[in-house]
């Protein structure tokens, strides 16, 4: 859990000053930079996961498996294994 800082032990003082003339007494929201932020699935590996089953459902089908049959095999509707092996 993020907890909240005091802005005079973060920031320099003339910074604070700065803010200041906007905002005072408030509570203030700074996002984190956009190059710390993963994109979904990544820190837990389902990403990867989902990347190898598309793979390996392409490669069935590339194999002769039918739609209808990949779809009971993965557990997938027809619509998005259509998704999966007729887009890159």
């Known amino acids: 859990m993020k907890r909240y800082k005091k802005a ?4 320099p003082k003339e910074l604070l000053d700065e803010i ?3 905002v005072q007494g408030e509570y203030l929201y700074i996002p984190s930079g956009s190059e710390s932020r993963r994109a979904w699935g990544e820190k837990s590996g ?3 996961e989902l990347a190898a089953r ?7 089908f ?4 039918s739609i209808n049959t990949l779809s009971e095999s ?3 509707s027809v619509n ?8 890159k």
Not at 8 to 11: A, Y
Not at 54 to 60: G, H, L, V, Y
Not at 80 to 87: A, G, N, P, R, S
């Open 80 to 87: 998005t294994i259509k998704k999966i092996v007729y887009t």
């Open 20 to 22: 200041k003339k906007y």
């Open 8 to 11: 005079e032990t973060v920031l």
């Open 62 to 65: 590339q194999a002769g498996s």
């Open 74 to 76: 993965y557990f997938l």
């Open 54 to 60: 598309n793979k390996a459902i392409r490669s069935d």
């Open 46 to 48: 389902t990403r990867k």
